[in-house]
């Protein structure tokens, strides 16, 4: 175990279990306090100290289209890797979150990855899905872990997660420092508004495992 994961508390088995039936219910979960305090506080050191270079322009889908790009999204993204002891602690709370979800709904939740995601002033990221039915990324369930302190409404950055049919808005996200938002990749179409504030998060996605013939999913 390293220096950080021995001193955050342990998360009581229930908050995953609440999670797990949030989604159960309404494929859906959008939770404050879940996340240890002491992790939190890392992960937002870690992700204001990252270097400029660190934080790339982020790209859709496998294909590299820097213009179509521009429209969609306007976030820098840097992936977590494992090895770094903030990683570590915050990859662990979601292996334990990965085993509550698999006990209690049985979706066979295999990895996990995740990047960190800056929306400088004026970035936005326009409605999308994570993954389609029958597509090769095997995303089966999104999250989003906010780390914004002192977050104001008319600060914007707002996620909007919609209904299926793309019309309704089910849910309007403020991206509350250590708000934690989980949804199913497939089912919820969702956006970010253009933030006034530089705005940071952590976006993840459990995968399930789409290995064929001894291959282990494609490389991201
Ligand atoms: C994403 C995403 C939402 C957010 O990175 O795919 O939808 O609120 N992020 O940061
Ligand atoms: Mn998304």
């Known amino acids: 175990m390293n220096a950080l994961a021995s001193t955050l508390e342990p998360t009581d088995g229930d908050v995953f279990e609440r999670i797990a039936q949030a989604i159960g219910r309404h494929g859906y979960a959008v939770m ?3 996340v240890p305090p002491a992790l939190l506080d890392s992960l937002f050191v870690h992700l204001c100290n990252l270097p400029g270079e660190a934080l790339t322009r982020a790209g859709v889908g496998r294909e590299d289209d820097h213009q179509l790009n521009r429209f969609v999204r306007s976030d820098e993204t840097c992936w977590l890797e494992p090895g770094e002891a903030v990683a570590d602690a915050f990859l662990g709370w ?21 990047h960190y995601a800056r929306y400088s002033p004026g970035a936005f990221y326009r409605r999308h899905r994570d993954a389609f039915a029958g597509g090769d ?5 999104s999250t989003v872990l ?20 793309e019309l ?38 459990f995968r399930v495992n789409g290995s064929l013939g ?3 999913d494609p490389p991201r």
């Open 146 to 165: 906010y780390l914004n302190p002192s977050w104001m409404p008319e600060d914007g950055g707002e996620m909007l997660l919609y209904a299926d049919d």
């Open 32 to 34: 404050d306090a879940v």
């Open 168 to 205: 309704r808005i089910v849910e309007r996200v403020q991206p509350l420092y250590g708000r934690l938002a989980v949804f199913l990749s497939e089912d919820f179409p969702h956006e970010v508004l253009p933030t006034r504030r530089t705005r940071y998060s952590i976006a993840g996605w």
């Open 94 to 114: 979601m292996e334990q979150l990965r085993l509550g979800i698999n006990r209690w709904l049985f979706l066979g939740l295999f990895d996990y990855e995740a």
């Open 137 to 141: 990324s095997n995303r089966v369930l």
């Open 214 to 216: 001894g291959q282990i």
